[in-house]
């Protein structure tokens, strides 16, 4: 977790998913202030801010938002709802979501993340940026 710049965020995602790939994604493309850095869960570095915050991952196996300034890890739509703020127009618009209280955010995300493997398909390993990505990536 060393290695992670303080004034970065780091997106964990499922690195099998192609639900989780698409959004990554679609994420870079508008990180225009290049806040974010990325990495699957099942890196090395996941594994260790999954140990280092307690993480259960048959609760939480799709997205989580590591923001190393505060020390801080939000989860499932508290955590795609930040991603969302940090982001700009009209995407980031997205945040007014977050007065909804996370049981209910968090009832729907955990439904598409249950059918996302059915819905979206699923890669056979990790996903392998390509080189003028690979900056963006983490272990």
């Not at 890196?43 to 048959?58: A, C, E, L, Q, Y």
């Amino acid at each position: 977790m060393e290695n992670i710049p303080k004034h970065k965020h780091l997106i964990l995602f499922d690195g099998v998913c192609n639900l989780c790939y698409s959004s990554v994604l679609y994420v870079i493309k508008r990180d225009k202030k290049n806040k974010f850095l990325f990495a699957s869960l099942q890196s090395k570095t996941g594994k260790t801010i999954i140990n280092k915050f307690n993480i259960d991952t048959t609760q939480t196996d799709s997205i989580l938002l590591f923001k190393p300034s505060v020390y801080k890890i939000y989860s499932k739509s508290t955590a795609a709802l930040h991603i969302s703020k940090s982001l700009d127009f009209p995407v980031k618009f997205l945040a007014i979501f977050l007065i909804i209280p996370d049981f209910i955010r968090d009832w729907f995300y955990d439904y598409i993340a249950k059918n996302r493997y059915k819905w979206y398909g699923k890669k056979e390993s990790c996903m392998i940026p390509t080189p003028e990505l690979n900056t963006k990536f983490l272990d």
